[in-house]
């Protein structure tokens, strides 16, 4: 293995995580960037993702505040306080001798603080739990750490931040360090190594996206603006372009496709990007349609991403779909997002579809919405958004259902409404 991993966090848990891991794994090379203090973890993420091919952070804390400031788009794991963490703190304060039957314990969850205490009968009376919370920094922890101690609420104090611990030793308070375990250490780079395989083998796929712009306002007379507004478009396709490290190609007027990895346009980070740009599109009286397929070459990539592309023409605001082999998702980032498939081979659903007489991925796409939604209650205005097909199409499909036996009628919306009442069916499938 040649794998670079980058130990991230305050000098002593990484001295720790160092030593350990040199020790379990010879043949991977480690780099250190150390940051005392949580908050600026964030400042070594550029240099050690360009540097690592994943990244150990030193505890939860440390990894949280690097992705609320920053952006990590490299495998990563954090190594968790654990029950030796917390009996290694306890050995600690007995071996020193002060009193202890009231403590305070930050960063270490409930139910391991709890099964600890009861496992290992700890003899404390009063145990003040502050688990870790993303909305707390670390000059919280030191504050409540602080007031309980010099209330007499605690006799003694036990922390996973190695700021926290540094400032109540240097101002003499009875405080004691909860550091990661070499067993801890060992596992989660474990599993840090099996998603940087993993990752490889997903990167290692074609990936084609193909971007169609459409106007809102295509009678419009002024062309003059059409063209500046679709020139701030490409700068700004560019840019996503670039992030993902792809190569744009204009293939027509407003059609373009890119050519990248699988597994950085699949990445979250990536997908967040092309829904912004979706959004700006939208507020300059554009929309885009987009397809991203996935292959193991660059023929079969194109080719499922013109699948993927049909399916986000249908959407009225424009919609992202990917495919790869006989599945798709999308509309990618909206609350709609489903995943179905584009070529069935399930016996029983082919069977279902035949009877009811309807495609079989609409059965299968119909069967994702109730799965995810929990909702199988439908007006001919919710499977036409479901299917992206029209309201008079999807009447029809309903009354397939009805008349198959895999649905019932259960009512009608609002008379009141102005229009014929739609019917509401329930599907059992």
């Known amino acids: 293995m040649s794998e670079t991993i980058a130990l991230i966090g305050p000098s002593d848990s990484v001295t720790v995580m160092y030593d350990s891991v040199t020790r379990f794994f010879p043949d991977l090379t480690f780099k250190t960037y150390v940051r005392e203090l949580t908050e600026e973890s964030h400042q070594v993420l550029e240099q050690s993702q360009s540097e690592c091919d994943g990244l150990l952070f030193a505890g939860i804390g440390v990894q949280e505040a690097a992705k609320a400031r920053g952006v990590v788009t490299k495998p990563h794991a954090h190594i968790e306080r654990g029950a030796y963490s917390l009996l290694r703190a306890y050995s600690g304060i007995r071996s020193s001798g002060i009193p202890h039957a009231r403590v305070s314990v930050d ?23 502050m688990p870790f919370a993303v909305r707390f920094r670390e000059e919280e922890y030191y504050e409540r750490h602080r007031q309980l101690l010099d209330s007499g609420k605690a006799q003694a104090a036990m922390s996973g931040f190695g ?17 990661p375990s070499s067993l801890q250490i060992r596992e989660t780079t474990e599993r840090l190594l099996s998603d940087i395989a993993t990752r490889d083998l997903r990167s290692a796929g074609i990936a084609i996206q193909i971007v169609r712009l459409h106007r809102n306002d295509e009678q419009s007379v002024n062309e003059y603006e059409h063209m500046k507004d679709e020139g701030r478009f490409f700068l700004e396709l560019l840019e996503y372009v670039r992030a993902i490290q792809g190569s744009l190609f204009n293939f027509g007027k407003r059609e373009y496709v890119i050519f990248a990895t699988r597994g ?22 554009m929309l885009i349609s987009s397809g991203i397929g996935i292959g193991s070459t660059a023929f079969e990539a194109e080719k499922t991403a013109r699948l993927a592309l049909a399916h986000g023409r249908k959407q009225p605001r424009g919609g992202v779909f990917l495919v790869h082999g006989n599945h798709i998702r999308g509309p990618l980032g909206q609350q709609g997002e489903l995943r179905y498939r584009t070529r069935i081979e399930d016996t029983t659903l082919l069977r279902m579809a035949e009877k009811i007489g309807i495609s079989p991925s609409y059965v299968d796409r119909i069967r994702a ?42 009512g009608k919306e609002n008379a009141h409404q102005v229009g014929r009442p739609k019917n509401l069916v329930k599907i059992a499938i």
């Not at 960063?107 to 739990?129: C, G, H, Q």
């Open 107 to 129: 960063v270490i969850t409930d139910t391991v603080l709890n099964e600890v205490i009861r496992e290992y009968s700890l003899p404390f009376s009063k145990v003040y739990s």
């Open 163 to 179: 700021s926290v611990y540094r400032r109540l030793k240097e101002e003499g308070y009875p405080v004691f360090r909860m550091l």
């Open 369 to 410: 919405v109730i799965d995810k939604t929990g909702k199988s209650t439908f007006d001919s205005g919710d499977l036409a958004a479901c299917l992206g097909i029209g309201e008079r199409s999807a009447r029809r499909v309903l009354k397939k259902f009805v008349d198959s036996g895999y649905a019932t009628l259960v």
């Open 264 to 285: 950085v346009i699949e990445s979250h980070v990536h997908l967040d990007m092309f829904t912004r740009l979706m959004d700006w599109a939208r507020g300059n009286n």
